[in-house]
């Protein structure tokens, strides 16, 4: 069975900084695209960034110089590290894992940045 468990969401001030972690299970992680994805209210979900195995990294454009994703293949793990948060930030963040046909989601961690 596969899973995907985001942590380390929470409320945070603007300018501030938060790591959310996805530990995954279930899949050969190693050969899989792993990305964080997030959905504000009432938006359409947003790509945030994505690694492959290989290192290849992508970030969309709204995150670009603030956001920073990490892969621990060893440790089935994928962070991403978000400093000068903003406002336009706040939003329910999910992890995923792709291979081809085969794509996975977590059930997401809240994000909250307001003063």
């Known amino acids: 069975q596969v899973e995907l468990v985001e942590s380390g969401g929470g409320l945070v001030q603007p300018g501030g900084s938060l790591r959310l972690s996805c530990a995954a299970s279930?899949?050969?992680?190693?050969?899989?695209?792993m990305a964080w994805y997030r959905q504000a209210p009432g938006k359409e979900r947003e790509f945030v960034a994505l690694m492959t195995g290989g290192g290849r990294i992508v970030y969309g454009h709204s995150v670009k110089a603030r956001f920073t994703i990490s892969r621990d293949d060893a440790k089935n793990m994928v962070d991403l590290q978000m400093d000068s948060l903003k406002a336009e930030d706040t939003a329910v963040y999910f992890c995923?894992?792709?291979?081809?046909?085969?794509?996975?989601w977590g059930q997401g961690t809240q994000v909250t940045v307001s003063s």
């Open positions: 995923n894992a792709y291979r081809g046909a085969d794509e996975y």
């Open positions: 279930g899949i050969a992680f190693s050969g899989y695209v």
